[in-house]
Every structure is written in C-alpha cells, then in structure tokens.
C-alpha cells in the first residue's frame, strides 16, 4: 500500500475492514485542471478507480463519498457523471459547497470503500 506524500497525510488507509481514501482532486497527468464541472468529476473519479485498483479494488466497492462542489450550480451536471460511474446500490453520498485548495478546481471527493476479505 503506496502512502508516499510530501504533506503531513495517508493518500489510503485501511481501518476495521474499510479502506478510507483522501480527497481527490481534478489534476491531469501534465498538472493541469481541465475546464468544466463533467470534464473535473469524470478525472477525478478515474484518479479514485486507479487508487482502488491498486489495492485490487474499484468504485463497485465504494460505500461512502463526500463530494464539496465549489458551485451548487454544478451540482446537476456533477450528479450526471457521478450517476453513470456507480451501480446500485449506489454508495451513500454527502454533497458540500466549499471552497477548495487548488486554483481552478470545482470539486474535491473523499471515499471510503470496503475491503475484500
């Protein structure tokens, strides 16, 4: 389990069964954020598949996320996108208005999934 940071936090940890990820934010290969809210939620939610693909997992075993959305406007086009990446039952979700850390970001999503045994 990589947790390799520069800042004083776990990327990943597992708990009791679950594995709680850190939030996750819109930052392509090249270090760019790419424009619009569908464009930031699909790249986010492919950096949380690759995430828990590397502990031999993927979304399937998500059971909580919180999403913070820089603007409620967002929130139709986000829940699309979000929509069409779970399957029932779908994971409990939380939904913010914050503001976020990286320039140029309209969310930040944070998940816990559960461990296979």
């Known amino acids: 389990m990589s947790t390799a940071s520069t800042l004083p936090f776990s990327k990943i940890r597992p ?7 850190a939030g996750e ?3 392509a290969t090249d ?3 790419p424009e619009g809210i569908e464009a930031q939620t699909a790249l986010t939610l492919d950096r949380i598949a690759a995430t828990l ?3 031999g997992l993927s979304l399937d075993d998500v059971v909580s996320m919180t999403a913070y959305l820089t603007d ?3 929130f139709p086009a986000f829940n699309r ?3 069409a990446r779970f399957k029932t039952p779908y994971p409990v979700r939380t939904t913010v208005r914050a503001d976020l850390m990286l320039p140029g970001a309209r969310l930040e999503l944070t998940a816990v999934a559960r461990l296979r045994a």
């Open 15 to 21: 708990a009791a069964g679950l594995l709680f990820l």
């Open 25 to 27: 934010m819109p930052i």
């Open 31 to 33: 270090g760019g954020v």
């Open 53 to 55: 693909a590397g502990e």
């Open 72 to 74: 409620p406007a967002d």
């Open 81 to 83: 996108v979000y929509a």
